[in-house]
Structures are given as structure tokens and as C-alpha cells.
T-cell receptor, first 113, second 111 residues
Framework: NAGVTQTPKFQVLKTGQSMTLQCAQD?????MYWYRQDPGMGLRLIYY???????DKGEVPNGYNVSRLNKREFSLRLESAAPSQTSVYFC????????????FGNGTRLTVT | AQRVTQPEKLLSVFKGAPVELKCNYS??????LFWYVQYSRQRLQLLLR??SRESIKGFTADLNKGETSFHLKKPFAQEEDSAMYYC?????????????FGKGTHLIIQP
């Protein structure tokens, strides 16, 4: 049981380049989330998906797009990367809309130069 | 709007000393509170949740609705407790929009 798997672990982009961060979970969870973690800022929600086929904006969605490909997979896309998007990105999932805890992936460390 | 405040960015204590990481929240409904821990460059892991009223790795936290607080405590700190700690809030029984996190407290346990 792998839990929540994120790829890649590390990535360096130049300003203006695009990339997609992949996330997959094998726990049959309905809800999936993308957070970014920055020093002194904690974790901020970028986008979330309450169920397959639905996505919603979180606190800091600008510059990002997401796709809930199926129940297992939730990808985050940066169309034109900016240095301000240098961060550690965490994917998370949980069972349903209830208050059960989130399960996190190992994170993707992204640097935009 | 819901908010979680962790007033200390950094907390340094000596091994064997008591530890208290503060967390205050602002929420109009019935909250569920969590503490997550992140060891160096690892994923966030759930430490405990108020609804379970359990003790994990010697840590406890009590929800005080009057003071809107959920402070994390441990009577005797150990070096392996050094990590980032995040307090988080969710609406009880609902809310698809994940958890609202505080900015975190970096706990350093000195030998």
C-alpha cells in the first residue's frame, strides 16, 4: 500500500517553462488536494477535488491548473512557471468530505530560476 | 473565515524539559483540530486529532473552546521530537476544502 505518490521529487524550471506534477493515491479516497509549502507561510491550499470530475480553487490558485483524471490521480500544471512558484508542493487525499485527516505525499521540490 | 494561528515560529527547549506548542483558532462553526508533524524533508504525518483524545509519542492536546485553543504538550522533550509542527483545522463533519493550516512551529530539542 503506497498511499499517496508524487512525481517528480525534484524539478528545476526556467521562467516561462511548463510542467505537470503528478499525484496518485491507492486508498480509494474521494477527495484530493494540492498544497504549497513556503517558509514562514505554512501550507496553503492551491486546488482541491472533492470527487472525480470536480475541481475547486483554494487559497492560492493563480498560475496553476489541475486535472482530476480519475479517482486515483490528481495532477497540477504550471503553464508558465514564475520564480514565485518556487516551493515544495504536497498532494494529499482523504476519504470523503468529512473531517477525517489528510494523507500526504512526499512532496515535490520545485525551483524556478 | 477560518484561521489558525501558531504564534511561535521557533521554539527551542532542552532535552527533558516540558514542551508546549501553542495553537489558537478562529472558526464560527464546530471545528475539528489536528496536529501534524514533519520531520526533516519528509511528508507531513498526522500526530493527533482532538476527537480521538489520544496520546501519541507522549504528546497530548486538549481543545479549549472557551479560549479557542488547541495547544500541544509533552512533559519531557526528547531529541527525536525536533521537527516542524503544524496545527490544522477542519469543519466537523463536513467541508471538502481540506484543512486550514497554521504557519508552523519549528521545534528544536537541544541535548
Amino acid at each position: 500500500n503506497a498511499g499517496v505518490t508524487q512525481t517528480p521529487k525534484f524539478q528545476v524550471l526556467k521562467t516561462g517553462q511548463s510542467m505537470t506534477l503528478q499525484c496518485a493515491q491507492d486508498m480509494n479516497h474521494n477527495s484530493m488536494y494540492w498544497y504549497r509549502q513556503d517558509p514562514g507561510m505554512g501550507l496553503r491550499l492551491i486546488y482541491y477535488s472533492a470527487s472525480e470530475g470536480t475541481t475547486d480553487k483554494g487559497e492560492v490558485p493563480n498560475g496553476y491548473n489541475v486535472s482530476r483524471l480519475n479517482k486515483r490521480e490528481f495532477s497540477l500544471r504550471l503553464e508558465s512557471a514564475a520564480p514565485s512558484q518556487t516551493s515544495v508542493y504536497f498532494c494529499a487525499s482523504r476519504t470523503d468530505r468529512g473531517s477525517l485527516p489528510l494523507h500526504f505525499g512526499n512532496g515535490t521540490r520545485l525551483t524556478v530560476t | 473565515a477560518q484561521r489558525v494561528t501558531q504564534p511561535e515560529k521557533l521554539l527551542s527547549v532542552f532535552k527533558g524539559a516540558p514542551v508546549e506548542l501553542k495553537c489558537n483558532y478562529s472558526y464560527s462553526g464546530s471545528p475539528e483540530l489536528f496536529w501534524y508533524v514533519q520531520y526533516s524533508r519528509q511528508r507531513l504525518q498526522l500526530l493527533l486529532r482532538h476527537i480521538s483524545r489520544e496520546s501519541i509519542k507522549g504528546f497530548t492536546a486538549d481543545l479549549n473552546k472557551g479560549e479557542t485553543s488547541f495547544h500541544l504538550k509533552k512533559p519531557f522533550a526528547q531529541e527525536e521530537d525536533s521537527a516542524m509542527y503544524y496545527c490544522a483545522l477542519s469543519s466537523l463533519g463536513g467541508g471538502a476544502d481540506g484543512l486550514t493550516f497554521g504557519k508552523g512551529t519549528h521545534l528544536i530539542i537541544q541535548p
